[in-house]
């Protein structure tokens, strides 16, 4: 597996990270717990270095599942995990909170969670209006002070709240959603990125499955579990209008003899050098097809016909629900 460095904090990680969310969390049914840990142990035996959770993914289970699976390669690997939720006694997400003292709280359990002495990169993993951008920075670089957290990061965090938290705490890398059909990134955050010297981390690199050619125009998401039930570009009507997508994806990658998804995320992997895409992936297959796209080269033919093939469809349906857009901070 290549490696690159996000940003220029010296961050070393696997080009192609893992995004352990969907095993446990978000995406329908919960894979089975044996062979969850088997995808994620897989994954480090291919090269992968880098993998994602949250406390907020079960919540709190998908971080057991991470714990016990890196255990026996803790020191191989990077641990990423998220703070940032109110989370309740029955184990629900109700609100917001930053507060440092609630950071310091649920470091010390993700800690425990995760069979670890220390977390390689932190997130917030959304902003709290609540709290002063500052304050966070400020308790994030008293954790890493003292040696439990290692690098800082944001997740769909605005420009101007990057700037606060980096001058208190220099920032690694943020993390967005950033795909093909999601490029949103490119006119808010490439250039703080490039000024500031941090990393972009992708999380649904592959459309929630869609870039992959594997949803298809009859599927529905009606499982309770399942996240995309509730994103209008997922409903019957748009899923039909964005198959235009999938067809010429479908087509680049059979004259080139690899996958749509591989199609999708090479071309992230072209856009910068500081640019690591974190895939889910809920069986060894899926890594297999994911990772195989370290290697693939795109000419620079290939990123034009790209390129221009994407600005003559018109993507239907904004791509997450009202209420999770609603979280982003802009």
Same mark, same amino acid.
């Given at each position: 597996?290549?490696?690159? =460095?996000?940003?220029?904090?010296?961050? !070393?990680?696997?080009?192609?990270?893992?995004?352990?969310? $969907? /095993?446990?969390?978000?995406?329908?049914?919960?894979?089975?717990?044996?062979?969850?840990?088997?995808?994620?142990?897989?994954?480090?035996?291919?090269?992968?270095?880098?993998?994602? =959770?949250?406390?907020?993914?079960?919540? #709190?289970?998908?971080?057991?599942?991470? $714990?016990?699976?890196?255990?026996?390669?803790?020191?191989?690997?990077?641990?990423?995990? %998220? #703070? $940032?939720? %109110?989370?309740? !006694? %029955?184990?629900?997400?109700?609100?917001?909170?930053? &507060?440092?003292?609630?950071?310091?709280?649920?470091?010390?359990?993700?800690?425990?969670?995760?069979?670890?002495?220390?977390?390689?990169?932190?997130?917030?993993? &959304? *902003?709290?209006?609540?709290?002063?951008?500052?304050?966070?920075?400020?308790? *994030?670089?008293?954790?890493?002070? !003292?040696?439990?957290? %290692?690098?800082? $990061?944001?997740?769909?965090?605005? =420009?101007?709240?990057?700037?606060?938290?980096?001058?208190?705490?220099?920032? +690694?890398?943020?993390?967005?959603?950033?795909?093909?059909?999601?490029?949103?990134?490119?006119?808010?955050?490439?250039?703080?990125?490039?000024?500031?010297?941090?990393?972009?981390?992708?999380?649904?690199? /592959?459309?929630?499955?869609?870039?992959?050619?594997?949803?298809?125009?009859?599927?529905?998401?009606?499982?309770?579990?399942?996240? &995309?039930?509730?994103?209008?570009?997922?409903?019957?009507?748009?899923?039909?209008?964005? #198959?235009?997508?999938?067809?010429?994806?479908?087509?680049?990658?059979?004259?080139?003899?690899?996958?749509?998804?591989?199609?999708?995320? +090479?071309?992230?992997?072209?856009?910068?050098?500081?640019? *690591?895409?974190?895939?889910?992936?809920?069986?060894?297959?899926?890594?297999?097809?994911?990772?195989?796209?370290?290697?693939?080269?795109? =000419?620079?033919?290939?990123?034009?016909?790209?390129?221009?093939?994407?600005?003559?469809?018109?993507?239907?349906?904004?791509?997450?629900?009202?209420?999770?857009?609603?979280?982003?901070?802009?």
């Amino acid at each position: 597996m290549q490696k690159r =460095t996000l940003g220029t904090s010296g961050l !070393e990680v696997s080009a192609i990270g893992l995004g352990c969310m $969907g /095993l446990s969390f978000g995406l329908g049914p919960a894979t089975d717990m044996k062979e969850a840990i088997g995808v994620i142990r897989s994954a480090v035996e291919r090269g992968v270095t880098l993998f994602d =959770t949250a406390e907020g993914y079960g919540p #709190f289970v998908n971080e057991e599942l991470v $714990g016990e699976a890196l255990e026996p390669v803790r020191d191989q690997v990077l641990i990423c995990t %998220k #703070f $940032g939720f %109110k989370i309740n !006694e %029955k184990r629900e997400m109700v609100g917001l909170d930053s &507060r440092p003292a609630h950071i310091r709280e649920v470091v010390d359990a993700s800690l425990k969670r995760l069979r670890t002495d220390r977390i390689d990169l932190l997130y917030q993993h &959304r *902003v709290d209006p609540a709290v002063p951008m500052e304050d966070v920075a400020g308790a *994030v670089k008293a954790l890493i002070a !003292e040696g439990k957290v %290692k690098h800082f $990061g944001l997740s769909e965090a605005s =420009t101007v709240n990057i700037r606060k938290a980096h001058a208190v705490q220099p920032v +690694a890398a943020i993390q967005d959603h950033y795909s093909l059909w999601m490029r949103e990134p490119e006119q808010t955050k490439f250039a703080v990125c490039e000024e500031l010297g941090i990393g972009l981390v992708a999380w649904g690199p /592959l459309g929630q499955g869609f870039l992959t050619g594997a949803i298809t125009r009859d599927m529905t998401f009606d499982d309770p579990n399942d996240l &995309r039930k509730d994103f209008p570009r997922f409903t019957p009507d748009a899923l039909e209008a964005n #198959f235009k997508v999938v067809d010429f994806l479908k087509g680049l990658a059979s004259r080139k003899v690899i996958t749509p998804a591989q199609i999708a995320l +090479a071309w992230l992997l072209a856009q910068k050098p500081w640019i *690591v895409p974190i895939p889910g992936g809920t069986k060894v297959a899926h890594l297999d097809d994911n990772l195989a796209a370290a290697d693939v080269e795109l =000419t620079a033919e290939d990123l034009a016909e790209i390129d221009a093939a994407f600005a003559t469809i018109d993507i239907k349906g904004a791509p997450l629900s009202a209420g999770l857009d609603a979280a982003i901070d802009r």
